[in-house]
């Protein structure tokens, strides 16, 4: 299979068990340095046996082995649980950059299978990188998915052991202006679906205004499937805001998938939206909207806003959690909702509610002013048709309270 860059998927799918093989090739006059690196779910190399390259070419239990230059095998069932991905990345050793390379590619194989899935790369791909991340291996419910990074920074594999927390002896400490050169929003979404294209750019303006480029958090969208939501469906309206969702995914989510709930007299989990099924995906997502298994097609909200809290409760961790709730109106249920937004103020959610075409808002316009909250944890705004705002004042209205939480929640130890 051939893949692009961004590409995500899971192992299986490409007839790949435990054991395999990933091989990264370079033509360069410059000498390249390989390296695969075992980070925690945190994305941290918390052990140092677990980075395996030219000075430390395996890691424990075989797990990680490097057979030659930018040939590595490995063993995923002899990883510990602590291991949640693996990164392979190479590295010019000494002067020069990555555009300098006539030729790259990477290619994921095993026993019968040389070439289960590659990538080719080319001197186009980069320009002033010394180091690239070549691509991800990385455990995500409960299975192995492969991604297709192609990441460049600015400095070489020094570089790269610090950004993954590691330390570099001998080596002095980077200037401040030394910073990694991360693949552009607008380059990760051209990759894979250049129809979006458009609204990267005007979310990457709105990131930048609010100093949010370098946030990582997960992104959620919930959706109101009741009747009365029919015409926004069937004009088209509910999948405009997902695709208007997906470049923010991709900036803040190392997994780039925009996770999807849907809700009538009971909630639903769908399937994560990506830049490779994004289009269509509100008709043909299980069954497409008219099927989702949501009861009655009634609006009860406090069920859809616990089945998304108990979802990212399971991590177990301190990830910022961006959760976009879009409803035409008839809440009712005020007091239940009050309950559930003052339980989630002490955890790391945010929650943007957005009325679209309707009226009868009830609590959800109230409560970016309600007491009690450990942080304000709330927006609201409304507006009769998606199409009453341009995009750029959309994703400005998206991210209007965003920073402030992100900033309270860290000060307060909500999120890390």
């Given at each position: 299979m051939q893949l692009t860059q961004g590409q995500r998927l899971p192992l299986s799918t490409l007839g790949l068990a435990e054991r395999?093989?990933?091989?990264?090739?370079?033509?360069?006059?410059?000498?390249?340095?390989?390296?695969?690196?075992?980070l925690d779910s945190q994305g941290r190399l918390s052990d140092d046996r677990f980075m395996v390259f030219f000075n430390q070419p395996?890691?424990?239990?075989?797990?990680?082995?490097?057979q030659g230059p930018g040939q590595f095998e490995i063993n995923l069932a002899a990883l510990p649980a602590?291991?949640?991905?693996?990164?392979?990345t190479a590295a010019i050793d000494g002067d020069g950059a990555m555009n300098s390379i006539s030729a790259g590619r990477f290619n994921v194989a095993r026993p019968g299978q040389p070439n289960a899935a590659t990538c080719a790369f080319g001197p186009g791909t980069f320009s002033v990188e010394k180091a690239i991340m070549v691509a991800d291996l990385y455990r995500k419910?409960?299975?192995?998915?492969?991604?297709?990074?192609?990441?460049?920074?600015?400095?070489?594999?020094?570089a790269l052991v610090r950004h993954f927390g590691g330390e570099v002896l001998d080596e002095p400490a980077p200037a401040a202006s030394a910073i990694p050169a991360t693949v552009s929003l607008e380059k990760k979404v051209a990759a894979a679906a250049p129809a979006l294209i458009s609204l990267a750019k005007k979310a990457q303006v709105s990131l930048e205004k609010n100093n949010l480029t370098q946030v990582r958090a997960k992104v959620a969208v919930v959706l109101d499937a009741s009747g009365s939501m029919n015409g926004q469906y069937s004009k088209g309206r509910v999948q405009e805001v997902l695709d208007r969702l997906i470049p923010l995914a991709v900036a803040f989510d190392d997994d780039g998938d925009l996770d999807v709930f849907a809700f009538g007299a009971k909630p639903v989990q769908l399937s994560p939206a990506t830049l490779y099924n994004y289009q269509d995906y509100i008709a043909t997502d299980q069954g497409g909207w008219r099927k989702w298994n949501v009861g009655a097609r009634v609006n009860d909200e406090p069920k859809a806003m616990r089945l998304v809290m108990d979802y990212y409760r399971q991590a177990g961790d301190k990830t910022p959690v961006y959760i976009l709730f879009v409803s035409d109106g008839g809440v009712h249920e005020n007091r239940a909702i009050t309950r559930l937004m003052m339980e989630a103020s002490s955890q790391p959610f945010f929650w943007q509610f957005v009325g679209l075409g309707g009226s009868s808002y009830g609590i959800l316009e109230k409560l970016d002013d309600m007491d009690g909250r450990v942080v304000d944890n709330c927006n609201f705004f409304a507006m009769d048709d998606?199409?009453?705002?341009?995009?750029?004042?959309?994703?400005?209205?998206?991210m209007a309270e965003f920073p402030s939480w992100l900033r309270e929640a860290k000060a307060k130890g909500i999120i890390a």
């Amino acid at each position: 299979m051939q893949l692009t860059q961004g590409q995500r998927l899971p192992l299986s799918t490409l007839g790949l068990a435990e054991r395999l093989s990933v091989t990264v090739t370079i033509d360069s006059r410059h000498e390249i340095d390989f390296a695969c690196f075992g980070l925690d779910s945190q994305g941290r190399l918390s052990d140092d046996r677990f980075m395996v390259f030219f000075n430390q070419p395996s890691a424990p239990a075989d797990a990680i082995r490097l057979q030659g230059p930018g040939q590595f095998e490995i063993n995923l069932a002899a990883l510990p649980a602590s291991i949640d991905r693996l990164v392979f990345t190479a590295a010019i050793d000494g002067d020069g950059a990555m555009n300098s390379i006539s030729a790259g590619r990477f290619n994921v194989a095993r026993p019968g299978q040389p070439n289960a899935a590659t990538c080719a790369f080319g001197p186009g791909t980069f320009s002033v990188e010394k180091a690239i991340m070549v691509a991800d291996l990385y455990r995500k419910g409960g299975e192995w998915r492969l991604l297709t990074n192609l990441q460049g920074f600015g400095e070489g594999l020094g570089a790269l052991v610090r950004h993954f927390g590691g330390e570099v002896l001998d080596e002095p400490a980077p200037a401040a202006s030394a910073i990694p050169a991360t693949v552009s929003l607008e380059k990760k979404v051209a990759a894979a679906a250049p129809a979006l294209i458009s609204l990267a750019k005007k979310a990457q303006v709105s990131l930048e205004k609010n100093n949010l480029t370098q946030v990582r958090a997960k992104v959620a969208v919930v959706l109101d499937a009741s009747g009365s939501m029919n015409g926004q469906y069937s004009k088209g309206r509910v999948q405009e805001v997902l695709d208007r969702l997906i470049p923010l995914a991709v900036a803040f989510d190392d997994d780039g998938d925009l996770d999807v709930f849907a809700f009538g007299a009971k909630p639903v989990q769908l399937s994560p939206a990506t830049l490779y099924n994004y289009q269509d995906y509100i008709a043909t997502d299980q069954g497409g909207w008219r099927k989702w298994n949501v009861g009655a097609r009634v609006n009860d909200e406090p069920k859809a806003m616990r089945l998304v809290m108990d979802y990212y409760r399971q991590a177990g961790d301190k990830t910022p959690v961006y959760i976009l709730f879009v409803s035409d109106g008839g809440v009712h249920e005020n007091r239940a909702i009050t309950r559930l937004m003052m339980e989630a103020s002490s955890q790391p959610f945010f929650w943007q509610f957005v009325g679209l075409g309707g009226s009868s808002y009830g609590i959800l316009e109230k409560l970016d002013d309600m007491d009690g909250r450990v942080v304000d944890n709330c927006n609201f705004f409304a507006m009769d048709d998606l199409h009453d705002l341009s995009e750029e004042v959309l994703y400005d209205r998206l991210m209007a309270e965003f920073p402030s939480w992100l900033r309270e929640a860290k000060a307060k130890g909500i999120i890390a």
